[in-house]
């Protein structure tokens, strides 16, 4: 976010949990934040009526994910159920509430976060590694149904940063990944920023695609 | 204001013309100093020096195959004995040929696996000993979007493309320890090379199919480019970018 | 009496007014169309020396493609409600413009009314509503052909070409005699540069044949017209009007110098009709009647079989007893041309031929040829090792390796590696047949939107138009007893 408002661009923003690290991010920026839980139906339907009545924007991130380092027999229904509604219904419903009302003002570019590209094998958590195939699968099929309107929708595929959901993960596979991934090393926020902020700006022929972000693996 | 690749010190082989001629003047236009490499057109390598030029960019220029391993060496040696080194290489020089099968000689074949595959391998080997030792380097190897799922293409040329991504994959892996990248850039059916040749149906056939529902044009697909190959850059590496309008 | 193939509606020589026909085959295999005339008796003409092949060719239908418009109603019934009317089962693929009345020559064989005292010249803005209105009907305009009379012979000529390449008409043709041409450079040079071909008549190398066909020596104007587009890149379609026992035995000659001359990209064969202002007198006897089979097969006697009657395929935009055509692949090593047949089936012409009169780059033609090279190349036949390479050489024509090519280079490499023969068959009132009127897709346009097929226009309509006619004649009783009687009824 900090890399969209680097470039003198406005921007509004959500938090769920977070809200000191959300006031932080309003002060040093300027942006707008505001609280909303996407496994809340009603409320994520009524910001993204009240988003689409505002003025459709020109780009929309999704960035939300949750996960959770359990085995496969610790993961109970509602953290799938969790998981699908955060990491992949939210993102879903965003596209299909603004993807039109940005076509209808010329165009726009949603860029979807996520983990997979499906080209990796990594022992990742059950629930965590499904909803990213789901991101994926859906950005290719948004990019289908949203070109002809003129939104390109991508994904990035972000490897482990040294903060936020990589905490999710096992500690062995985060240290793993630290050995044997091309760059030796765990991402920034930073930098995986200025990739979404390159797709979301720069990009103006590619839609429907998942680029990884990830040091190599 | 100072460009994004500011004194970047960069190389694009087949370099005179389509894509590899507007990634030179894009990379120009961000401040980088620019080199390219060409086969045989020289009226076209006259004149991408002299847009170059028109850019206050003074570029270097080399006439010769990119399957000569003496040729590669010779073309890294000159640009690190006049930069200092090389930051950026971007392997796009390829071989438009399209032919069935049935008429896929063996001479077409070497042509086009020299050209597409044998070329970034002698040219990043040339290249990578110098980024190596400044730890510091990236790589961008043009593909194209027939390499990334089944579509018609001809099979020398995918194939040499689906090696290319290899190429790309295992080098992202084998040098990434040492700070350098190497990504892929597969553009889909652009203004330039091959879409320009294609009869009016294929074009319309692309379009079609195409999600934004156009071609695409090397002015934009090498805007792409301009951040893949920066500083900016720092995280994406064995990445592959398609801009292909959705194909 | 003979088997009866088919009924149909012909028309009686002399009255032109619609008579039931019969065709029928005879015990020597030749078919005959018999009517008979309440006044001027029975009349008979054999259309065709080979019943087998006349039957089999007229079972090919030809795709659906009714006009979108059909400004006349069904009113007197085929061929007297031309325009097009509501039971015409083919739209315009070769749309006909008679620009002018005037005409350097007076042929023998000329099968259209000219006039020269008090000449017509069509205006610019009468040509501009018909573009318009074949827009309406067509969506986009492929090709206008444009005839007289002699084209070159309105003032305002090349305005005409200019209009129409700026409405993006992508084939204009010009029917001509040549002599124009010939004398005049500049003017093929301002061809060349408009894109504009030219339609050539082309009967005979022999100055003799040339005086009984044309009335005139004609062979050296015709070659230097012929040198001077070749000059400047004009192509060229040679039309030769074939006569029997006059110049049937010149067609391989003729098809020999279309192969040899690059900017001759198509043979469009007639067969002689006696209508007209020149036909209708020509001949007597008509002798020198000729069907189309019997072309074929002169071809092949004259080609030494390097092009024979299985090598054609009707069109499947028209009536397949009017168009005949067959595509053949130069050698650029000079070996003799392969016509595409040897390479594909027949139903792959036929299906690359249905959306327009000529080849034309597409997926179905692209994928016919992608077969055809796997086959010839699995194939151990002696031919297919030259056709290979000859296919090779034209893929590295479209996608030379050294350069990059702009796609109208590519397409004018496409077009010069093949050729295409026509034989197309007009009808005249002793031939006329309603039937393959109804298929017709080669229409006479007019400003007003009507669209007449061009053998009931020469034959039936053009009298009508005192443009073109000393005498313009109406026509009441032309449709029939029968229908006047109705139309009796209806007033």
């Known amino acids: 976010m900090r890399a969209l408002v680097a470039r003198g661009l406005p921007v509004d923003f959500t938090w769920c949990e977070g809200e000191a690290r959300a006031r932080a991010l309003s002060e040093a920026t300027g942006a707008v934040g505001r609280r909303l839980d996407l496994t809340d139906r009603a409320a994520l339907q009524g910001f993204l009526r009240a988003v689409v009545d505002e003025g459709a924007p020109d780009v929309v991130l999704h960035c939300a994910a949750v996960s959770q380092a359990r085995g496969l027999q610790d993961l109970t229904d509602d953290d799938w159920d969790r998981a699908v509604e955060v990491n992949g219904r939210s993102a879903f419903a965003l596209c299909r509430a603004l993807g039109p009302a940005m076509g209808a003002r010329g165009g726009g570019d949603i860029v979807l976060v996520g983990a997979l590209d499906r080209g990796q094998t990594l022992p990742l958590p059950v629930h965590f590694a499904a909803t990213q195939g789901m991101l994926s699968a859906m950005t290719m099929a948004l990019g289908k149904a949203l070109g002809p309107v003129g939104v390109r929708v991508n994904m990035v595929a972000l490897g482990p940063l040294g903060e936020g959901l990589s905490r999710a993960l096992p500690a062995s596979l985060v240290e793993d990944y630290r050995a044997f991934s091309a760059l030796r090393r765990l991402g920034t926020a930073e930098e995986v920023a200025r990739v979404l902020a390159w797709l979301a700006l720069e990009n103006t022929f590619m839609t429907g695609r998942v680029v990884t972000a990830n040091g190599g693996i | 204001m100072t460009g994004r690749l500011e004194g970047t010190r960069c190389l694009v082989t087949g370099g005179s013309r389509g894509l590899g001629r507007e990634l030179c003047l894009a990379f120009a236009r961000e401040g980088a100093r620019v080199a390219f490499t060409f086969r045989r057109r020289e009226a076209d390598a006259e004149d991408t020096t002299l847009r170059l030029r028109a850019l206050g960019c003074e570029p270097q220029c080399f006439q010769g195959d990119v399957a000569d391993g003496a040729h590669a060496q010779a073309v890294v040696g000159a640009l690190t004995r006049a930069w200092g080194g090389l930051d950026v290489l971007v392997n796009n020089a390829g071989v438009q040929h399209v032919v069935p099968l049935a008429l896929l000689e063996e001479p077409d074949w070497d042509l086009m696996l020299n050209t597409c595959l044998k070329g970034p391998y002698l040219f990043s080997r040339a290249a990578l000993r110098g ?12 593909g194209v979007f027939s390499s990334e799922r089944i579509v018609e293409a001809p099979a020398h040329y995918a194939a040499a493309k689906a090696g290319l991504r290899g190429l790309t994959d295992a080098l992202a892996r084998e040098v990434g320890r040492h700070g350098v990248r190497v990504n892929m850039l597969s553009p889909g059916l652009l203004d330039v090379g091959l879409g320009r040749m294609l009869m009016p149906h294929r074009v319309e056939e692309y379009r079609a199919q195409a999600a934004l529902g156009r071609t695409g044009t090397a002015e934009e697909v090498a805007r792409m480019a301009v951040f893949l190959v920066s500083d900016e850059n720092t995280f994406m590496t064995g990445a592959r970018v398609t801009p292909d309008g959705g194909l | ?470 005498a313009p004649r109406s026509w009441g009783e032309r449709s029939g007893d029968v229908k006047l009687r109705r139309l009796a009824v209806l007033a």
């Open chain 3, 1 to 470: 009496m003979g088997a009866l193939l088919h009924p149909t509606t012909s028309l009686c020589r002399t009255c032109k007014r619609a008579l039931p026909a019969l065709v029928e085959a005879r015990e020597d295999r030749s078919v005959w169309l018999s009517k008979s005339c309440p006044e001027h008796g029975a009349q008979s003409v054999r259309l065709s020396t080979d019943a087998a092949w006349y039957a089999a060719t007229r079972a090919v239908k030809p795709v659906a493609s009714a006009p979108r418009r059909t400004p006349r109603p069904v009113h007197f019934g085929c061929p007297f409600d031309c325009g097009a009317c509501a039971q015409h089962g083919q739209k315009v693929r070769l749309p006909v413009v008679t620009i002018t009345s005037a005409c350097n020559l007076d042929c023998p064989i000329c099968y259209v009314y000219n006039k020269n005292d008090g000449t017509w010249h069509m205006d610019v803005a009468a040509f501009r509503r018909i573009l318009q209105h074949l827009k309406d009907d067509l969506g986009e305009v492929d090709i206008v052909n444009f005839t007289g009379g002699e084209p070159f012979l309105h003032p305002e000529f090349m305005t005409f070409l200019e209009v129409a390449r700026d409405a993006g008409v992508h084939r204009v043709t010009i029917c001509s005699n040549g002599l124009f041409l010939a004398k005049n450079e500049p003017l093929v040079k301002r061809l060349g540069e408009l894109g504009a071909r030219v339609a050539l008549s082309f009967d005979t190398f022999d100055p003799q044949t040339d005086v009984v066909l044309q009335g005139s020596r004609l062979v050296e104007a015709k070659l230097r017209a012929l040198d001077l587009t070749e000059k400047y890149n004009v192509d060229v379609t040679l039309i030769p009007v074939m006569t029997k026992g006059m110049n049937d035995h010149e067609v391989g000659a003729i098809l020999r110098m279309a192969m040899e001359r690059p900017n001759v990209r198509h043979v469009e064969l007639h067969t002689i009709t006696y209508t007209g202002q020149g036909g209708t007198h020509f001949d007597p006897s008509r002798s020198g009647r000729i069907s189309m089979v019997e072309v074929l097969d002169r071809i092949a006697e004259t080609t030494h079989g390097w092009l024979t009657r299985e090598d054609f395929v009707s069109s499947p935009c028209a009536h397949p007893l009017c168009y005949q055509i067959a595509y053949l692949l130069l050698d650029p090593d000079g070996g003799p041309p392969v016509p595409f047949t040897r390479f594909m089936p027949r139903e792959a012409l036929y299906a690359c031929l249905a959306e327009r009169l000529y080849l034309e780059p597409s997926r179905a033609l692209e994928d016919a040829l992608q077969d055809a090279m796997d086959r010839l190349w699995v194939s151990d036949e002696p031919e297919a090792e030259r056709t290979l390479k000859i296919l090779r050489q034209l893929l590295g024509a479209l996608f030379p390796r050294d350069r990059v090519i702009t796609r109208e280079e590519a397409l004018r490499a496409a077009e010069r590696a093949s050729k295409a023969v026509y034989v197309h068959s007009h009808m005249d009132e002793d031939t006329f047949d309603v039937e393959r009127l109804a298929q017709c897709c080669d229409s006479n346009c007019a400003e007003d939107g009507t669209t007449i097929p061009v053998c009931a226009y020469n034959v039936l309509y053009k009298e009508k138009e005192a443009e073109f006619m000393a």
């Open chain 2, 131 to 142: 980024m190596i030792r400044a730890r510091k380097g990236t790589i961008l190897n043009v």
